[in-house]
């Protein structure tokens, strides 16, 4: 099912891949560790691991990155958020290959756009993304999977916080468990966006095609191929890795 908000090029696509939570179980998760999560089998060695200071309520969340590493906020030199160019990443992972596939294969990313890099977001309840608007280190549009459970994004031009994990825009759209939502043109470049704190624990991927003139300087074309078009729409009958 497809659904649209009144801000233009803002679409989410309903229950598109619920059965990615069923098949691992995401539900049983437990966090005490990085290497404990039902996630780990995705996470190959030089993963972006971060798991920031709760210096302030909401904003704790646990975050993994493939095919870039890129720094949400000012460095020590005062260097602003982008891709950090020196910095070599894993590619992106077999399993989130398979869903760049059947999202470019069902018309919701076109091929022209083809992800080449992707965070995981684990959140804890309470936790939080404050409005912003994504870099553009990375082309448009980009999307996010939502897993585990449901939340609320709230977009707007002049989003309202009323809290340290509260905010407020009349346009707020629910994102179901296995749901994928599209961000292109204004709805990307003009509407902020933010996930006010969750009731419950979450997790998100967002997939996103880096400009070229911002690839990290040791960037290589993924070795398999698997972001040639012509490889996304061929017959695929490989089955996923056993998270067990």
Known sequence: MEMHSKWPMLTILVLVFATINRRYNLGSYSCNKPAENALVFLLPEKRKYSEPRKWMGGKGR??????????????????????????????????????????????????????????VNIYEEGECIPPHIDHHDFVRPFCTLSLLSECKIVFGSNV?????VDFFEPVSIPLPVGSVFVLNCNGADIAKHC??????????ITFKKMDERKLSYTFLPDPEGWNQASYLFSLDHTTYPNPA
Request: glycine fraction near 6%; hydrophobic fraction near 35%; aromatic fraction near 8%.
């Open 160 to 164: 309202k916080v009323v809290g340290p």
């Open 62 to 119: 646990v975050t993994t990155q493939f095919g870039c590493c890129y720094n949400y906020a000012k460095d020590q030199n005062g260097k602003p958020p982008s891709i950090i160019r020196n910095e070599e990443l894993d590619h992106i992972p077999f399993l989130f290959k398979k869903v760049i596939k059947r999202m470019v294969r069902w018309q919701i990313l076109p091929p022209t756009c083809i992800p080449n890099s992707c965070i």
């Open 195 to 204: 996930v006010p704190g969750i009731p419950t624990k979450r997790i998100s």
